[in-house]
């Protein structure tokens, strides 16, 4: 198979879309959006949980108390959510790209799927289900 076939070949595959949908247009910007604030929110868990504190002062307490505030709990959850969907994404791209046979990239796909419901509601569940500790106050 040439180089301009294989090309024509997963131009056309792409192109099973319906029709008006601007899932890939929406999808590309999500990419980006997503990627700048991870960026910033993963640098600003590193200079909280690793520059900030030593790395010797964390433990269950330190997230304990660290959890006590809804503030806390969004943010990481908020990192949890941008960097799951934003590798799901990109891994989306990459089964469209590299996987060919119909059957495996619908297996890739249904599993890239259920791994991301699976992990999210996983670490959604840990985040909220989280007791808030009455005795245990911030600063």
Partial sequence: ??????????YQRRMLRP????????SW???????VLVLFLVFGHLLIVHIINNV???????????WQTVGWRLYD????????????NGLRVLIDDYVHPRGWRAFAHTANWVFLGFFLALGTMTIVSFPFMPGLRPG
């Fill in 77 to 88: 959850w908020l990192l949890l959510f941008l960097a799951i969907v934003h590798g799901q």
């Fill in 29 to 35: 910007y999500f990419f980006r959006v997503s990627g």
């Fill in 56 to 66: 010797d002062v964390i433990n269950y307490e330190f997230v304990a108390l660290r």
């Fill in 19 to 26: 029709a008006g949908s601007n899932f890939e247009l929406w």
């Fill in 1 to 10: 198979m040439s180089l301009g076939t294989a090309t024509r070949a997963a």
